[in-house]
């Protein structure tokens, strides 16, 4: 009896020692191949880095028009990297007072305005409509 209960604890000890073990097994880290950034008093800055798995970045900015009504830090930069399918992906881009704006030969964009909505605009701005009053119900 005492056979049959070390063999069955035995069995269940290397049943969940399975079970314990890693799935899948642990990546090796990625290396940083150059890392640089400078920051300034006034709010500019400049970034770039790259990693031995093919990731690329970098970017610079500047604080514009500081102290006044209109200041905003403006942007530029872009990124690149390897995805599963091998292809080599890049974008550029600029975030300013105009929102990010990316660039890049994968990104979709879109498609031009036909000609008759051009044509229309420019009808509705050549002659915009007066304020019309309001009709009034009769009960």
Not at 109 to 115: G, L
Request: glycine share 6%.
């Amino acid at each position: 009896m005492n056979t049959l209960v070390a063999v069955v604890a035995a069995l269940v000890a290397l049943a969940a020692l399975a079970n314990a073990r890693p799935q899948e097994p642990t990546p090796k880290p990625i290396a940083i191949l150059k890392l640089a950034s400078d920051v300034q008093p006034d709010g500019s800055f400049t970034y770039e880095y790259e990693t031995e798995n093919g990731i690329k970045a970098d970017a610079r900015g500047a604080l514009i028009n500081a102290g006044s009504e209109n200041e905003a830090l403006t942007q530029q930069g872009s990124f690149s990297f390897v995805a599963d399918d091998g292809q080599t992906y890049s974008v550029t881009w600029v975030a300013d007072e105009n929102g990010f704006q990316p660039q890049g030969a994968h990104l979709p964009v879109p498609p031009a305005i036909p000609e008759e909505i051009l044509k229309s605009l420019e009808y509705n701005a050549a002659h915009p409509e007066e304020d019309e009053q309001p009709t009034q119900r009769r009960n």
